[in-house]
């Protein structure tokens, strides 16, 4: 007779429990199937009067995969490399492992920049940025970036310099250029 009085409990929170989950998937279901309408948004229509579009087209530009190793200077080497390879209108995405970098942060509002120095090994888990051209018809690179340090916390904003500690791996895509093809090695 006890064993059945510990039972009940037992079988009673393992049903209660079922009939939550269900209700609470069929609900998750149900919002999942409704539609997204612009009423329904926080952000209402018309709140980006700036918005402007450039059709690209269909072509995707010419890929370069720019490899960098132990001591090379990311932005220097970029800019090395979008010089010799005349890139005029591109963007770029990375990975890799550094051990010294310069991030900057400019405040928007109090117009400050400050400057965030990594002196450790890192791992660079987002680098990502443009490659354009100055009047003058020098390379601009304009960099931003998210570093993991060893334990665990992570260091972003805009890339000023950094120095490879064992390699990088940088695709950069030209966009003016979608057929050439140049002797990327340095």
């Not at 963007?91 to 400057?115: E, Q, Y």
């Not at 003058?136 to 993991?148: E, I, L, R």
Request: charged share 20%; no cysteine; glycine share 8%.
């Amino acid at each position: 007779m006890n064993r059945t009085v510990k039972v009940v409990p037992v079988l009673t929170m393992v049903l209660a429990a079922g009939v939550v989950f269900t209700a609470a998937y069929r609900l998750s279901a149900q919002q999942a199937a409704t539609p997204v309408s612009a009423e329904s948004r926080a952000f209402k229509p018309g709140s980006a009067p700036g918005l402007k579009v450039t059709d690209l087209g269909r072509s995707s530009g010419h890929t370069y995969r720019v490899n960098m190793v132990k001591g090379d200077e990311i932005i220097s080497g970029l800019l090395d490399f979008a010089e010799k390879n005349h890139i005029k209108n591109g963007h770029f995405t990375g990975l890799g492992a550094i051990d010294k970098a310069t991030l900057r942060w400019s405040d928007p509002v109090n117009k400050t920049p400050s400057k965030t120095e990594i002196n450790e090994e890192a791992e660079v888990v987002s680098l990502v940025g443009s490659i354009t051209q100055d009047k003058d018809g020098k390379p601009n690179v304009h960099a931003h970036t998210v570093f993991a340090l060893q334990d665990g916390s992570t260091r972003g904003g805009h890339l000023q310099s950094a120095r490879i500690s064992i390699i990088a791996e940088i695709f950069v895509t030209d966009e003016e250029n979608s057929g050439a093809v140049t002797n990327a090695s340095r």
